[in-house]
């Protein structure tokens, strides 16, 4: 599919629409884990013109490859913003080059193990919310 990089995503439903099936799914089905796994307190909002998920700072992002300048040629990149600061105990996320976004990428739903997922939200949002109290106490 080509994608003209001036497009400027403004919302899900338009992000729907200018990818493939194959990564809708994908997105949809990591969007629905986040939403069910941050608290109430977290947001999404579009940034970067794709999914972007936050509490007190970053927390995650989701990046189609058909997204310009996500840094992958194929398939959806679910990067945590302070991946670098998480207890990865399972080794799920790849470091890459980044010395702070840690991530892993999917090539089909059935790539995804919600359990794995699941949990390194979890700790991304303690990261947070450890964050949000060291600010409390300055």
Not at 39 to 48: A, L, M, V, Y
Not at 96 to 101: D, E, M, P, S
Request: aromatic share 10%.
């Amino acid at each position: 599919m080509t994608h003209d990089p001036k497009i400027r995503i403004r919302s899900i439903l338009h992000l729907f629409e200018v990818i493939p099936e194959n990564e809708r799914i994908i997105v949809d089905v990591l969007r629905q884990i986040i939403l069910e796994t941050l608290p109430s307190h977290c947001k999404e909002k579009i940034s970067f013109n794709v999914p972007y998920f936050y509490g007190n700072r970053g927390i995650c992002i989701i990046w189609p490859a058909t997204i310009p300048r996500g840094g992958i040629r194929s398939g959806v990149l679910f990067g945590l913003w302070y991946g670098n600061k998480l207890n990865d105990t399972d080794k799920y996320l790849v470091h890459g080059t980044n010395k702070q976004i840690f991530y892993n990428i999917f090539h089909s739903p059935e790539d995804i193990n919600v359990n794995a997922v699941t949990k390194i939200l979890l700790e991304a949002v303690r990261v947070d919310l450890l964050h949000s109290n060291k600010k409390a106490n300055n």
